[in-house]
T-cell receptor, first 114, second 111 residues
Framework: SAVISQKPSRDICQRGTSLTIQCQVD?????MFWYRQQPGQSLTLIAT?????????ESGFVIDKFPISRPNLTFSTLTVSNMSPEDSSIYLC???????????FGPGTRLTVT | AQSVTQLGSHVSVSEGALVLLRCNYS??????LFWYVQYPNQGLQLLLK??????LVKGINGFEAEFKKSETSFHLTKPSAHMSDAAEYFC?????????FGAGTRLAVHP
C-alpha cells in the first residue's frame, strides 16, 4: 500500500484568504486525487491532479477556486482560494497505482473558515 | 450515470451482534467495488475490495462482503461486532479510475 501524508492537519482561516494543502505520497503513484468531505457528508471528487499539467476538474469545481499542482509523481497541492464559511470541510488527498484497483487516502485536512 | 446507494445512514447494534451494512450500485457493467472505514478525525482506510473472481471477499478486522450481480449489491457483514467497530463506513464503486462514494453509514456499537 501507499502511505500518504497531508499538511496541515487542520486550520482555522478567515474568509477571503487562501490556504494551500500539501499532499506527499511515499511511493510513486500514477494518479492523485483531491476530495472534499463537507460536515456529516460523503466524499466528493474535486479533481484529478495530473503530473506537469493542469488538473482535471469535476463538475461544480473550477480552477480559479481550487488551483491544483502536481510537479512530480509523489507530491501535489490544493489551494482553496478566497475562502468563505461554505468551504469549511475536510479535504482529502488520495493516490492510486495502475497495478492496484484501490485508492489510498491521506488523513485529511480539516478546514474551518470563520 | 453510475451511483452507489447505502441503505441506512445510521445502524446501531449490540456488541457481539451481527453487523450488516447495505450497499447497492447501479452500473451497466460490473464495477470494482470497495468498502472504506473512517474513524473519527481520521482519513479513509480500505476494508476490502471486489474486482473480479470470487464473489465473497474477506477484508480486515473480520469484515467480509459478497458481490451479488443479480441484486446489484455489495453488502458488508461482520459476524460479531466490537466496540472498536464504531465508525463511518463508505461503499464506493470505481469508474474510469475515479471513486464514486455512497452517502455513508454510521455504525454505533453499544454494550
Amino acid at each position: 500500500s501507499a502511505v500518504i501524508s497531508q499538511k496541515p492537519s487542520r486550520d482555522i482561516c478567515q474568509r477571503g484568504t487562501s490556504l494551500t494543502i500539501q499532499c506527499q505520497v511515499d511511493s510513486q503513484v500514477t494518479m492523485m486525487f483531491w476530495y472534499r468531505q463537507q460536515p456529516g457528508q460523503s466524499l466528493t471528487l474535486i479533481a484529478t491532479a495530473n503530473q506537469g499539467s493542469e488538473a482535471t476538474y469535476e463538475s461544480g469545481f473550477v480552477i480559479d477556486k481550487f488551483p491544483i499542482s502536481r510537479p512530480n509523481l509523489t507530491f501535489s497541492t490544493l489551494t482553496v482560494s478566497n475562502m468563505s464559511p461554505e468551504d469549511s470541510s475536510i479535504y482529502l488527498c488520495s493516490g492510486a497505482r495502475d497495478r492496484d484497483h484501490e485508492q489510498y487516502f491521506g488523513p485529511g485536512t480539516r478546514l474551518t473558515v470563520t | 450515470a453510475q451511483s452507489v446507494t447505502q441503505l441506512g445512514s445510521h445502524v446501531s447494534v449490540s456488541e457481539g451482534a451481527l453487523v450488516l451494512l447495505r450497499c447497492n450500485y447501479s452500473s451497466s457493467v460490473p464495477p470494482y467495488l470497495f468498502w472504506y472505514v473512517q474513524y473519527p478525525n481520521q482519513g479513509l482506510q480500505l476494508l476490502l475490495k471486489y474486482t473480479t473472481g470470487a464473489t465473497l471477499v474477506k477484508g480486515i478486522n473480520g469484515f467480509e462482503a459478497e458481490f451479488k450481480k443479480s441484486e446489484t449489491s455489495f453488502h458488508l457483514t461482520k459476524p460479531s461486532a466490537h466496540m472498536s467497530d464504531a465508525a463511518e463506513y463508505f461503499c464506493a464503486s470505481r469508474r474510469s479510475n475515479k471513486l464514486i462514494f455512497g452517502a455513508g453509514t454510521r455504525l454505533a456499537v453499544h454494550p
